[in-house]
């Protein structure tokens, strides 16, 4: 009964968008079905809820949703610009939870009402032992242009203000206006805290206009120990990623830093997504490091949000302070943050997703990289027992059908292979495809796996002299029909777990420890299901 009623909702409300629609023509001669959307998304139903807050109640993964948009799409001349306009607000509206029928527009990331109140707290790592930096955003900027925090040792003791004049804002840049979401505003500090013992728990706090704020963490180890766990995941989203988030909330002893390549929010500019993502993980990031690095979802508006709100060690790894690379070190692992995404040329405006481009297209990433491997490489010449892990957002070795496999991993293999190669990367790890591949050592020249190295049917890589791929993008709840592995298709030899998006309702993420001979990789889904398991052995 209760499907008959909605749809014949759906159908009223579709013949009363297509009358205001007829009318709005009639009335300008000329439409954006995005601005007119906008008109009818205002509006309220006899139950007092938005026609958005009903698509969302329907399904919480948004696919009624989507089937009203291709209505509307059968409504009007569809044309490239406003399909992407339409593309960019419906990924943040179906993955976010910003829409608020109330605010009349505007979106400010915090409580103007208590400006100096504490959001979006989280932790970064700097690669140096004792040393995190803790991020926040404030309705208003901090007075005398200082942010401070207080820490305390395990017992209680405090050790004094930590401060920094690390204020950030930002406008939205040029391009398409962020409709229903206009005049975002806040600011982002960022204080760092040094000189703490490797290993030891502390708590900080940040205070606020009517509320504190306080959580535990544990004091990186930066270089100087022998083993490191950590959880790794990309392509999570706001709804579609609550079941990973809620399932970390249960493993948090079993991790002692995240790390995310791209793609966190599905925000796609409009930055009150991502300021929900984040509330939704804060209970986690305020107290586990959470290093990140930039995907297409975070591209628009030339990834003002990531570039003000993330605390990236540019400066201690030697990268350009704008860069979007940039490298740490945690127990015995070095990690190489790299970045695919151009954000040079939108003949649209800033507004658009990046597409990916070599390593060389973006000035002086290429160098930096050869730089830091080559500093690496002489610090593994000391101390053989070193991991190299080298990241990126898109895959690099892949098999499924379409450009990110057939056509971009190719091409952006032709630059960063012989570097993983020369310097003897362990592995390779990326996202973006919402699925999960395993490649195996491969020959970077004859696409050949190497011979002794795979054994007990692929769950032990022995001495592998060629890195391991590890395609990670499951993280959000896939949409029901995303299944990219074909039954019954030959894959090659190398291509040695894959798991289809289809995994849904669940998200994945790996849980990793690594210590001097041996990384353990572990893939669950949220319901607690091992889903691959493989180690490495030097």
Not at 245 to 272: C, E, R, V
Not at 336 to 355: K, R, V
Not at 515 to 520: A, K, P, Q, R, Y
Request: glycine share 6%; hydrophobic share 35%.
């Amino acid at each position: 009964m209760f499907k008959k009623i909605l749809l014949l909702y759906v159908i009223i409300e579709c013949v009363k968008f297509q009358c205001a629609l007829a009318a709005y023509k009639h009335d300008t001669g000329s439409l954006s079905i995005f601005q007119e959307f906008e008109r009818y998304a205002r509006r309220t139903d006899t139950f007092r809820r938005s026609p958005i807050e009903l698509f969302l109640r329907t399904d919480p993964q948004g696919e009624w949703f989507k089937e009203v948009l291709k209505d509307l799409k059968t409504m009007n001349h569809w044309n490239s610009t406003v399909s992407g306009e339409m593309s960019l607000f419906s990924s943040a509206l179906v993955e976010g939870t910003w829409y608020n029928i109330s605010n009349n527009g505007t979106c400010n990331c915090c409580d103007v009402n208590n400006p100096m109140d504490p959001f979006h707290v989280h932790l970064s790592l700097t690669g140096r032992p004792g040393e995190v930096v803790v991020s926040w955003n404030t309705a208003e900027r901090p007075p005398d242009e200082k942010s401070c925090v207080m820490v305390s040792n395990a017992t209680g003791a405090q050790l004094g203000l930590f401060c920094s004049s690390d204020i950030r804002t930002f406008s939205l840049g040029s391009g398409y206006s962020p409709y229903l979401c206009s005049n975002y505003s806040g600011f982002a500090s960022h204080v760092k805290i040094s000189s703490l013992k490797p290993g030891e728990t502390y708590t900080y706090t940040i205070y606020g206009t009517s509320k504190n704020k306080t959580f535990p963490f544990m004091a990186p180890y930066g270089n100087t120990s022998s083993t490191t766990r950590l959880a790794f995941f990309t392509d999570i989203g706001t709804k579609g990623g609550q079941p990973v988030i809620d399932a970390l909330k249960q493993k948090m002893n079993d991790f002692d830093y995240i790390i995310l390549p791209g793609d966190q929010s599905y925000s796609d500019g409009y930055h009150t997504t991502f300021d929900a993502y984040l509330t939704l993980f804060e209970d986690v990031i305020a107290s586990k490091p959470y290093m990140v690095s930039t995907g297409n979802h975070e591209g628009p508006w030339n990834f003002t949000y990531a570039r003000n709100n993330f605390y990236w060690p540019v400066n201690e790894s030697g990268a350009a302070l704008d860069a979007l690379w940039y490298s740490i070190d945690e127990g015995p692992v070095h990690y190489i943050f790299m970045n695919y995404e151009n954000y040079f040329s939108y003949p649209l405006g800033e507004w658009e997703m990046t597409q990916p481009a070599p390593l060389s297209t973006f000035p002086g990433q290429l160098e930096w990289l050869q730089n830091d491997l080559e500093k690496f490489s002489k610090r593994r010449e000391s101390n053989p027992n070193l991991w190299l892990i080298m990241m990126a957002h898109r895959p690099l070795t892949c098999n499924i059908s379409g450009k990110s496999c057939e056509v971009f991993g190719p091409e952006l293999e032709k630059e960063v292979f012989p570097l993983m190669y020369q310097y003897k990367a362990d592995m390779y790890w990326c996202g973006h495809v919402h699925a999960y591949e395993r490649v195996n050592p491969i020959d970077n020249v004859t696409r050949t796996q190497c011979s002794n190295c795979v054994q007990q049917n692929g769950s032990l890589y022995k001495q592998p002299p060629y890195p391991v791929q590890v395609m990670n993008g499951i993280a959000g709840r896939a949409v029901a029909d995303n299944n990219y592995f074909t039954p019954g298709i030959s894959y090659p030899d190398y291509a040695q777990v894959r798991i289809d998006a289809i995994n849904y309702p669940f998200g994945g993420y790996a849980l990793v420890q690594v210590n001097d001979t041996v990384l353990n990789f572990t893939l669950y889904n949220t319901s607690g299901t091992v889903l691959d398991s493989f180690r490495i052995e030097k």
